[in-house]
């Protein structure tokens, strides 16, 4: 329920377009799940009513991905935001999916690493 559901047309159109040039295609609901648990959970029941399953980042995609072109669950996983292990020794680190770029490189901030991913210096 509210606050992790909604289907307002705002939120729906948020979740429905990336930087692409496509047109947004909004899905019919969006949820932010915020443990694996929950997303198994509305994963097995989205399989188990044929609905599409979309999932959506920080929404800064060039492909198009996020467009629901056939309605469905938007699942936002921006909540899902923790660093569960930094390994040093083998530069490593295991994150959920919704943390990002730049939260994973504060994180690093002061061990010597960080995740050059983007277009810093271009």
């Known amino acids: 329920g509210a606050p992790n559901v909604s289907t307002a047309t705002a939120v729906r159109e948020q979740h429905g377009h990336d930087e692409s040039m496509h047109p947004c295609a909004p899905p019919d609901v969006v949820v932010w799940p915020q443990a694996v648990g929950q997303v198994q959970e509305l994963a097995a029941l989205c399989h188990r009513c044929r609905v599409p399953m979309v999932p959506f980042g920080t929404g800064t ?3 198009g991905g996020v467009n629901a072109v056939q309605g469905g669950v ?3 996983l921006s909540r ?3 660093i569960a292990e930094l390994s040093l020794e083998d530069f490593s680190v295991t994150v959920e999916p919704g943390v990002t770029r730049k939260t994973l ?5 002061g061990t010597g690493l960080w995740f050059p991913v983007g277009n810093e210096g271009m």
């Open 74 to 76: 938007c699942f936002d």
């Open 105 to 109: 490189n504060k994180h690093l901030r």
């Open 61 to 63: 995609g060039l492909e």
């Open 80 to 82: 899902m935001d923790a």
